[in-house]
């Protein structure tokens, strides 16, 4: 899991102007399947997975009783009553217990296949270099298909976290390496973690531990547009409360004016008043400057505009308040 190749600048911007490609195998596989498995993935997920035609991805949330967020994560629908969810690494235990119950069990498959996702405007021109004529290529975002990856069944979805058309491939671990390597000889530069997190920040993607935790609910963290407010989810009376008295605290969007590079736990400050602290926060390849994700109190937040300030090891580091996403190509998820 190399935080970077060649360096994170160029291969953030390799997947933001041609096609990178990252190994994420490090990504949780729960597999479930079976009567009744509708119904507790229906329990676990903000997400209409009643809904979800076969065929099809979603991204959803994985709500406590009272709202916190116990994981964000994806679910594919493979069949009637068979679907692949991916969690976070850290978090494939608790995910695995939300989803089990009455009779269901989300079985840890990890092991069977690497997660290779292949990223950029010149995605689709590499994968059809190496995998002509599958019709991966006009998947539509959050489709997937069926994939013969070199006589080894696995899956090509549309999906990803860079904001960037692309593919997540789920390929059978003996042919995975071979298959990255025919993807790099194809034209595809090997990203690693570092551009992940400048990528998906760019796009003010919510990353676990960051954005969203178990003390902050999915309207503090701007992630209302992934609930599904008639589905019965677990959480959804304690969401449904926030949602009619308003969040506690909100989370916004800061763009560094001057030079330096805010990171989690930096204080903002508007003048001399503490407004929020930083969630996520790097250099952004793309605009040239520091970004920030930050989370305030709901009555002090600033608006769209104001100058503002981040608080950096005894200096301050001018900026002003945008509204997210920083970087408007791509698709979002």
């Known amino acids: 899991m190399p935080l970077q190749y060649t360096g994170v600048v160029a291969e953030h911007n390799a997947v933001r102007n041609s096609a990178g490609l990252f190994d994420v195998t490090h990504l949780g596989k729960l597999w479930v399947e079976g009567a009744g498995s509708l119904d507790a993935l229906q329990r676990a997920c903000t997400a209409d997975i009643s809904g979800l035609e076969v065929g099809r991805a979603t991204y959803a949330l994985v709500l406590t009783d009272d709202a916190g967020c116990i ?4 679910v594919y629908r493979l069949g009637s009553d068979r679907f692949l969810v991916v969690p976070n690494a850290a978090n494939v235990e608790a995910v695995a217990a939300a989803i089990s119950s009455g009779g269901v069990t989300a079985e840890d498959i990890w092991d069977r296949y690497a997660i290779l996702a292949l990223q950029g405007p010149g995605s689709g021109a590499v994968w059809d270099a190496v995998f002509p004529d599958t019709g991966a290529r006009d998947l539509a975002l959050h489709e997937w298909a069926e994939c013969d990856f070199r006589g080894r069944p696995g899956l090509v979805a549309r999906t990803g976290y860079t904001g960037e058309r692309g593919f997540e491939l789920y390929v059978p671990f003996p042919a995975a390496p071979g298959i990255f390597e025919e993807l790099m000889e194809a034209g595809a530069v090997p990203v690693g ?27 503090e963290a701007r992630l209302g547009w992934a609930v599904a407010w008639d589905a019965p989810f ?6 449904a409360k926030v ?13 560094c004016t001057d030079r330096g590079v805010p990171r989690q736990g930096f204080r903002v400050l508007r003048a001399d008043e503490l407004v ?37 090891r005894g200096r301050r580091i001018a900026g002003v308040i945008v509204r997210p996403p920083f970087v408007t190509k791509g698709a979002r998820p």
Do not use: C
Not at 234 to 239: S, T, V
């Open 234 to 239: 677990r959480g959804r009376d304690a969401l």
């Open 276 to 312: 929020g602290t930083v969630t996520s926060g790097n250099f952004s390849p793309t605009l040239g400057t520091g970004i920030a994700l930050a989370l305030g109190p709901a009555g002090s937040t600033p608006a769209e505009g104001d100058a503002v300030a981040v608080e950096a």
């Open 193 to 219: 973690l570092g551009a992940r997190d400048t990528l998906r920040l760019e796009m003010a993607y919510a990353l676990y531990g960051h954005e969203i935790t178990l003390d902050v609910n999915p309207l």
């Open 71 to 74: 994981d964000d994560i994806f």
């Open 243 to 255: 949602k009619q008295e308003g969040p506690a605290r909100r989370t916004f969007g800061v763009r």
